[in-house]
């Protein structure tokens, strides 16, 4: 019999099958890779719990991965607050609590960590149906539960100093919360129990059909092996409504949408690119905001650093260090020069900001892509280091994003879907590549460059670490460059 853990339980509610899979072929199971951000969210998990130990008294920390049964003899002892106690029922639903409390009158009190700023209840994180579940286990082995509450990061915390776990943390009580869905919930919780105990399912198909592309499983590609090259699922922006409609009449390749079903103009272009082969291109549009653009160019990109427990004095939660940037400046004679910036250890960029103003100066326009990233970190920068308010608000209002024009004046079907740099770039400036570099994505950059400042035992070799970022930043403002040119030469 397999068991079933509340990791597989939320996975369930996304999709039975692909669980099941996991569950009774883990072999096949097309397992994703283990990013680095999952590890970094989980190492942060850790963190979190660890201040929140810190809000009771005569709590018992039980062994890392205890049993059950190890809990079970901890819970005879004097102890009031138990940690990471862990529960199996008869029906092999195994639940590892976070912070466990007894109560004046018998009954038990459950609070689970979160990382986050607030209680979510999206389909990603279902914060609630995670309270639910370990309910659930507890009552079934017979422990009467008359509260349960979600601890979470206070959001205003400002940290100042050593951190104040109590001020750093709220307890929210979601009692009735959790007794609003908890009959449904427990439903939900029996039949994955007895889904992924079936011997056989029909594995030519998943849940997923009818969802968008971000919500599929990562097992989609096995159970749909029929989805075409160019599909529904790569539209963007199309909705999940939608999706279902073409999935229900099986047209489920992008030339086979009926000419009148509704979609919009952009989504609409995308569909005619795939049927002509070719790149959709409104140049008038394209020129005229090109056209407005004023010289020099400064083609700007930040890395940066953002961590649930604040490192820095001044930052809340989950707000973003700013630890390198790049800029490449062209001129209108065609001249480029290039500028970079690499913070060597956890401190706010006030040298950074003061070399790049002395750099680009307050002149000419600022192009990123997905602008309102660096638009909201200088809005950060300013309320931390008033000091520079003049210059960051001058980029921020003289900023142009080029991803705009991936987004509706050029679209290409071998985007597939996406305005990204890194889907754009390979197709209309294959000379340039992200491929051959150590560092390749901004989750990489914030992983290498967090553990390269706060890890004592970081065992890499710091001067190339930091060439290795220095060349991945330096490509991000290279690319929009060559971007930048490809248009001007499209027009």
């Known amino acids: 019999m ?4 509340k990791t597989d339980f939320k996975y369930y509610l996304d999709c039975p099958e692909s669980i099941w899979l996991l569950k009774n072929k883990p072999d096949v199971y097309p397992k994703g890779e283990f990013s680095l951000f999952t590890e970094k969210l989980i190492k942060e998990g850790y963190e979190v719990e660890a201040y929140a130990k810190k809000l009771f008294t005569n709590g018992l920390d ?72 370990q309910k659930y286990v507890l009552t079934e082995c017979g422990y009467v539960v008359s509260k349960v509450s979600i601890i979470h990061l206070n959001k205003e915390y ?41 011997e056989i399912i029909n594995e030519t198909v998943c849940s997923c059909t009818h969802k968008t592309r971000s919500n599929h499983c990562d097992a989609f590609r096995y159970f749909n092996t029929t989805i075409p090259d160019y599909s529904i699922y790569e539209i963007s922006r ?4 939608k999706v279902g409609l073409l999935a229900d009449n099986e047209q489920l390749a992008i030339i086979d949408i009926p000419p009148e079903f509704e979609l919009n103009v952009n989504q609409q272009t995308q569909v005619e690119s795939v049927r002509q082969e070719q790149p959709i291109i409104n140049q008038a549009n394209i020129k005229r905001e090109l056209d407005k653009l004023k010289f020099p160019l400064h083609f700007i990109d930040y890395e940066t650093y953002a961590s649930a427990i604040p490192r820095l ?58 602008a309102s990233f660096e638009i909201s970190r200088n809005k950060d920068l300013i309320e931390w280091l008033p000091q520079f308010t003049n210059y960051l608000t001058y980029i921020n209002e003289h900023t142009f994003d080029l991803e705009t024009i991936f987004k509706k004046d050029y679209i290409d079907y071998r985007f597939h879907g ?28 914030l992983d290498t460059w967090g553990r390269m400042v706060l890890d004592p035992n970081f065992n890499e070799d710091i001067e190339t670490t930091k060439i290795n970022l220095l060349e991945y930043c330096k490509l991000d403002t290279m690319a929009m460059v060559e971007i930048y040119k490809f248009l001007i030469d499209c027009i």
């Open 2 to 5: 397999h068991h079933l853990t």
């Open 62 to 133: 039980l062994p890392e991965y205890g049993s059950p049964t190890q809990t079970q003899k901890a819970l005879t002892d004097t102890y009031n607050v138990y940690f990471q106690p862990s529960f199996n029922t008869n029906k092999d639903v195994f639940a590892r609590i976070d912070i466990l409390e007894r109560l004046a009158d018998g009954t038990w009190h459950i609070y689970e960590v979160k990382s986050s700023t607030s209680i979510k209840k999206d389909r990603k994180h279902r914060h609630i149906e995670d309270a639910c579940f």
């Open 158 to 198: 400002i940290k100042k100093g050593a951190i104040i776990p109590n001020e750093l943390l709220e307890i929210i009580d979601i009692t009735d919360d959790v007794d609003t869905i908890y009959s449904s919930v427990v439903n939900e919780i029996n039949s994955a129990s007895n889904f992924i105990n079936k």
């Open 238 to 241: 199309i909705s999940a409504k």
């Open 313 to 370: 004095d001044g930052l809340s939660p989950h707000k973003h260090v700013t630890f390198q940037v790049s800029i490449h400046t062209l001129t209108e004679d065609g001249s480029l020069t290039h500028y970079e910036f690499l913070l060597d250890e956890m401190k706010m960029p006030i040298d950074m900001l003061q070399t790049m103003q002395d750099f680009t100066g307050l002149t000419g326009t600022f192009i990123s892509w997905h």
């Open 418 to 445: 996406s305005s990204s740099i890194k889907k754009v770039l390979p197709v209309i400036c294959p000379h340039l590549s992200y491929s051959e570099l150590d560092v390749y994505n901004g989750t990489m950059a």
